[in-house]
């Protein structure tokens, strides 16, 4: 342990410790705004510089390491008239439209300036954004991509954004220019669009401004919430349900199901339904899949990739086409849900009501969903795409009380039902896990109902190998799938790959609320895992409405129905 003061209190950190762990442990404060725990600390906004005594010079508290014995102060009279004419100048850079910020009220920078009441020099008309004279060379706004926005005007240089890409290792942005009038850029300035990015969002995760965020969707959906002509139904991805409690104060890993329900209805929504639900008919289709590439009876490649996730499968088509025969022509759970609401039974009690088509809207931890609602196949089941983040801001708007509604609210029947598998699809391994339950089943398999060496949130690839079945891989963030298919060795090892974009799955995804916890991730994959654990049925072909869809409606998995409506295709 190191011991050390900070402004005039003794505290003991690790060894190893940065100043900003020190202090943030010590009840002080510093500002950050370039810092997030993931990253290797770059000290470029200075607002975490503090005095130790000897130095000659303020020292960054995010990237210098505590020592025995140092005397640190934080907050002099120079180091807060330091931050904040550092404040001024990014202000004096800044457009004056915080007003209608997609960000307002989580801004970093809008909070900071805020809190120290820093004086903006300049009128709107003056600003030194890029674009403006002095920068005419960079594209200012591009709203291009269907799921990211980038309003470079709003950028701070904090280099998040650039960082977040490389770690996915896509590299879509990075820096231009240098000293100051370096800034984040896409590859020769194109539209987002046009480059390889594959739109998972994990660049707006990090962003602590709004220069980059998901394509804002939900002032549609209060609009047509709001005009009651159409008939809404909702469904709610995996993740949202424990990540939406952060939003609102509630401890992360809080279970929020009800509550989410609760204030869904409240907002105006007339069928609240679970996209668990069609997370088991998914596994009924690509369970049944696999069955048939192994005898040889469908067309595809092996071993067989996982579809459900659109980074993924944008990584696939923007940058390695070859493999498309190695994925699955299940839809996700998302688009399955949008064909079935559109063209199923529950479509069928609606028609009967009204004869207007139903709004049809997902709520999503994820940003990539956007851009998966309109490939081509899949455009038109589903109407809207938001957020969780986007979901927090609609109940904010509307002044629901979350964190004090009551947990109790129930899903409505037909899609509404699912199982424990279905809840886990929220986490990095947990597609491939439910898959096991149901294929153990199938082949008459005595194997356990949970697979621990396929769950965890670190980025990488996890392995089990099941008797009688084979080796398969969950692969957490698309980084790692990168280096796995760098070379053809899992051609050999496995029968099924799961690809999860973000680094722990979609718990982790680009659409979930910003956080600088370190633990975040691991603290919402107990969340998810404990609905799971919890649940009477934790197998997706003991779903009851999904067995009922089948004797109904589907006839089974790969019917003509089923291919028609379930399965889509990929194109280069
Ligand atoms: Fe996921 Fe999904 S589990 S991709 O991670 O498969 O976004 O939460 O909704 O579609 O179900 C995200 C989460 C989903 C889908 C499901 C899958
Ligand atoms: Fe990079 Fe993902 Fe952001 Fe695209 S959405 S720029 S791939 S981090």
Redesign the pocket.
Known sequence: LVNLRVDGRSVQVDKGATLLDAINKSGSHVPTLCYHPEFEPRAVCRMCLVDVKGSQKPLPACRTIAQEGQDITTNSEELKSFRRRDLQFLLNRHPNDCIRCEVAGQCKLQSLVQEEQVQDMWPASAKKVRGSPEHPEHLLHDHTSPS?FRDMDKCIECGL?VE??AA?K?N??GFAERGSGMMPITAFDKP?AETG???????TLRCPVGALIERPDWHRVLEVLDDRKRKTIVQTAPATRVAISEEFGLEPGTISTGRMINALRQLGFDYVTDTNFSADLTIMEEANELLQRVQGKREGALPLFTSCCPGWINYVEIHRPDLIPHLSTTKSPQQMHGAMARNGPLAKLIAEETEEEPFIVSIMPCTAKKDEAVRPGNRGDIDAVITTRELAKMIRHRNIPFASLSNDGKYDSPMGDSSGAAAIFGASGGVLEAALRTAADALGLDGPIEHEGIRGVERGVKVATIEGLGSVAAVSSIGSAIDLLSNDEWKKKFLMIEVMTCPGGCLGG?GEPKSDDKDILKKRMKGIYNIDSSSTIRKSHENKEVQQLYDNFLGSPLSETSERLLHTTYAA
Not at 197 to 203: F, H, K, L, T, Y
């Open positions: 990211i954004c977040a890409c996915q896509i879509a942005i987002l990015c594959i739109s998972c969002g994990q660049c680009g």
